[in-house]
């Protein structure tokens, strides 16, 4: 019987270990104390692929705990500004377009254009009536819940606040983005000093190899390091017209 136990013991601890040595051998990151399996990454992708997806995993957890860190949670105070912002820029938005959709009915109405230039002014005419059309809609909608608002603005500050922050920590090159400045060099001294400090740790030599690529791959478009700017653009001027002649 003592034998028996013995066997069931030695049977169970090798079940565990295997199964140990199945989990190493899965995962291919630790983040905070959080594990990425090999699972999670794009399935098709090839190695540049699972690259880019390994750094959006590890992004989408250094970086609430960076902000969370730093102290540069978004405030109701910053939260309503950038609603505030919002709802200007909405209102001037919907003038403009009004005022532009008036002008093109009257150009086409009373103006002898060319077949070409008429065709191009209707169709950016029909494309202001939709809009308008769908402002009204909004407008028949109950008003914004609060709470969803201020959870959907919280993230926009929460990012600006951070890469102003990594870029006064660790400056480096800055791509210039659809969305604004972006601390690109900045990020890949973050990363670097998590792994640093045993928050970060890439088990893949070769997946870790091609994230850090990644990260020191120059942009297509660098700021220059005296037009850096990190200001949000709720914090700007709203652009007086954006409509062309």
Not at 132 to 157: C, G, I, M
Not at 174 to 194: E, K, S
Request: proline share 6%.
């Amino acid at each position: 019987m003592a034998g028996m136990r013995t066997w069931t013991a030695l049977c169970f601890a090798a079940a565990l270990s295997a199964g140990a040595a199945a989990g190493d051998a899965d995962r291919v990151a630790t983040v905070i104390g959080e594990d990425i399996s090999r699972s999670e990454l794009p399935a098709a992708a090839d190695d540049a692929g699972q690259a880019r997806g390994l750094l959006e995993l590890v992004w989408r957890r250094i970086a609430p705990h960076y902000i969370a860190r730093k102290g540069l949670a978004a405030t109701q105070a910053e939260v309503a500004e950038l609603a505030a912002y919002d709802r200007e820029f909405s209102a001037k938005d919907r003038a403009q377009r009004a005022r532009k959709l008036e002008e093109l009915n009257q150009r086409l109405a009373t103006e002898d254009l060319g077949a070409a230039d008429r065709a191009r002014l209707e169709e950016f005419r029909a494309v202001l009536a939709r809009m308008a059309s769908r402002d009204a809609e909004r407008d028949r909608l109950p008003p914004p819940d609060p709470d969803r608002q201020a959870a959907s603005y919280s993230p926009w500050v929460e990012m600006w606040k951070m890469n102003k922050a990594l870029y006064q920590q660790y400056g480096g090159i800055v791509a210039l983005t659809r969305i604004g400045h972006d601390p690109h060099g900045a990020r890949a001294a973050l990363l670097a000093d998590y792994e640093r400090q045993g928050l970060l740790r890439i088990s893949d030599a070769r997946l870790r190899e091609r994230v850090f690529a990644l990260l020191q791959a120059r942009p297509s478009m660098v700021v220059p390091a005296e037009r850096v700017d990190f200001t949000p653009y709720w914090k700007r001027p709203i652009p007086p017209s954006y409509f062309p002649d």
